[in-house]
Nanobody
Framework: QVQLVESGGGLVQPGGSLRLSCVAS????????MNWYRQAPGKERELVAS????????NYAESVKGRFTISRDNAKNTLYLQMNSLKPEDTAVYYC?????????WGQGTQVTVSS
């Protein structure tokens, strides 16, 4: 049974930090490209960051470059998103996604709220 379980979301003040985790099971995590997406109320889901399977190459949305860092620990089947200097516009539900050819899996999401 494939599962992606996100955690680490919560309420944080502007300028604060959070670290999201996504624990994978039921598939060979190390062979999948992993992504973080987010969806704010009334907006479309958008890609935040990606990390490849083989070399761990990363890509980021312009809006989070320099503030967010995606990483993975293949030994622990876990994907991370370190979020620093958070802004109110980062408020959204954050989802992890696993992709390999035609196989695609989503997590259930974790809420991040940035507010004073």
């Amino acid at each position: 049974q494939v599962q992606l379980v996100e955690s680490g979301g919560g309420l944080v003040q502007p300028g604060g930090s959070l670290r999201l985790s996504c624990v994978a099971s039921g598939f060979t995590f190390s062979m999948y490209v992993m992504n973080w997406y987010r969806q704010a109320p009334g907006k479309e889901r958008e890609l935040v960051a990606s990390i490849t399977s083989a070399y761990g190459s990363t890509n980021y949305a312009e809006s989070v470059k320099g503030r967010f860092t995606i990483s993975r620990d293949n030994a622990k089947n876990t994907l991370y998103l370190q979020m620093n200097s958070l802004k109110p516009e980062d408020t959204a539900v954050y989802y992890c996604k696993a992709v390999r050819y035609s196989s695609l899996y989503w997590g259930q999401g974790t809420q991040v709220t940035v507010s004073s």
